[in-house]
């Protein structure tokens, strides 16, 4: 694959001697987005978490651009390109709207251009602006998703992870979340989708993997697994 911007080789991620991930192979290409589904308790959550830098890999490889991560905590890893929007959105509900985005431009480099991003972002999500002074905490659940993915995005990152984006929010809100990272995808960022709602991430996505019991059971392009039978029945039900 040209132009790979993530690459993970036989990842292993253990809680104590529980393994939650083994022999997790992966990759995200400039521009690509792509999508991981599976179980609950697959290890989906903990692979986002191990890409960012939060959960410590036992063995393994993860690296961005060419270089190695695998070692680095959280706040090193953000500086080589990658930004997360965690399960639950993690907003500061007690902060204004602005100051919550303007946590996400901490690094040097995107806290000088936060001007122009914070631009990008309000164009993105106008309900941002609107409500910029307001609390965070009085947002709607559709909107604390919005602010949670424009605070990522002041990172200027070239890696966005997205745990669970769809969750708690209404049909509508979802589309405008999904509407959103196609148009992020289209700037050159790679995005790596960990969702529950399998049917509408394999729709925006280039290419899937289906975790089971911690490791890939299958990969391929959405489109491919989106007829698979083993995701239809290991996170479909069917």
């Known amino acids: ?5 993530l690459e993970i080789e036989d990842l292993d ?18 521009g690509e987005t792509v999508c991981v589904v599976g179980p609950n308790g697959a290890g989906k959550s903990t692979l986002v978490n191990a890409i960012a830098g939060v959960h410590r890999a036992r063995g393994g490889r993860i690296s961005m ?8 905590p959280g706040h090193k890893v953000c500086a080589h390109g990658v930004a997360v929007v965690p399960e639950g959105r993690r907003i500061f509900p007690r902060m204004t709207v602005l100051d919550n985005l303007l ?29 910029a002074t307001q609390l965070a905490g009085n947002l709607s659940g559709g909107e604390q998703q919005m602010l949670a993915i424009g605070r ?5 990152p070239r890696l966005l992870l997205l ?14 979340v999904y ?28 290419r899937a993997y289906l975790l089971g019991e911690g490791r890939v059971v299958t990969s391929g392009p959405a489109e491919e697994l989106r007829d698979s039978a083993e995701v239809r029945r290991s996170v479909l039900g069917l």
């Not at 991620?13 to 400039?30: C, F, K």
Request: a negative charge; hydrophobic letters at 50%; charged letters at 25%.
């Open 65 to 72: 651009g060419g270089k190695d991560i695998t070692a680095l």
């Open 103 to 131: 946590l996400g431009a901490y690094r040097s480099g995107a806290r000088r251009a936060h001007r122009t991003t914070l631009g990008t972002v309000h164009e993105m999500f106008p309900r941002l602006a609107e409500r």
């Open 13 to 30: 991620v253990r809680y104590g001697e529980a393994r939650a991930l083994w022999g997790v192979t992966l990759s995200v290409a400039v």
């Open 179 to 206: 509407d959103a990272i196609e148009q992020i995808v289209a700037t050159g960022v790679g995005v790596l989708v960990v969702e529950q709602d399998v049917e509408r991430a394999l729709a925006i996505a280039d």
């Open 1 to 5: 694959m040209s132009d790979v911007l």
């Open 152 to 156: 990522a995005l002041m990172a200027q």
């Open 163 to 176: 745990d669970e984006p769809s969750l708690g929010l209404a049909p509508v809100r979802v589309d405008e």
